[in-house]
C-alpha cells in the first residue's frame, strides 16, 4: 500500500515558475517509477514526466525543456519543477508510482499503480 500526496500547485501568471511535490508513504520500497500526469477539464490524462528508481526520467515531447522531474529517495518525494508555464498548462497535477507487489510463496511480482488526489494548477495570461 502506498500513499501519495501532492502538494504546490496554485495560480500564477504565463510565464511563471512553480515546483511540484509528492511525497510517497507506505510500502515505498517497492516503488519502480514515479511520475507526474496531468488532466485538464474534458481532456485525457496526459504524461507530464516519469522517473525510475534508477534516476531514468522520460517527459511529453510537449513539454521537455520546461519541466525538469527530480526525486529525493531519503524524503521518498519527488518534485515537478515547471518553468515558462503557458495558460495551455492548466489542469490538475497527479503524482503516480509505479510498485512491485509479490503475488504468490515464489516471489513473482506484479506491478500496480497508485495515484494521489491532485493538485490544481491554473495559469492566467
Known amino acids: 500500500q502506498v500513499q501519495l500526496v501532492e502538494s504546490g500547485g496554485g495560480l500564477v501568471q504565463a510565464g511563471g515558475s512553480l515546483k511540484l511535490s509528492c511525497a510517497a508513504s507506505?510500502?515505498?520500497?517497492?516503488?519502480?517509477?514515479m511520475g507526474w500526469y496531468r488532466q485538464a477539464p474534458g481532456k485525457q490524462r496526459e504524461l507530464v514526466a516519469t522517473?525510475?528508481?534508477?534516476?531514468?526520467?522520460n517527459y511529453a515531447d510537449s513539454l521537455k525543456g520546461r519541466v525538469t522531474i527530480s526525486r529525493d529517495n531519503a524524503k521518498n518525494t519527488v518534485y515537478l519543477q515547471m518553468n515558462s508555464l503557458k495558460p495551455e498548462d492548466t489542469a490538475v497535477y497527479y503524482c503516480?508510482?509505479?510498485?512491485?507487489?509479490?503475488?504468490?510463496?515464489?516471489?513473482?511480482?506484479?506491478?500496480?499503480?497508485?495515484w494521489g488526489q491532485g493538485t490544481q494548477v491554473t495559469v492566467s495570461s
Open positions: 503516480n508510482a509505479v510498485v512491485g507487489v509479490i503475488v504468490n510463496i515464489e516471489g513473482a511480482t506484479r506491478e500496480r499503480d497508485y
Open positions: 507506505g510500502s515505498t520500497f517497492n516503488i519502480n517509477v
Open positions: 522517473i525510475s528508481s534508477g534516476g531514468s526520467t
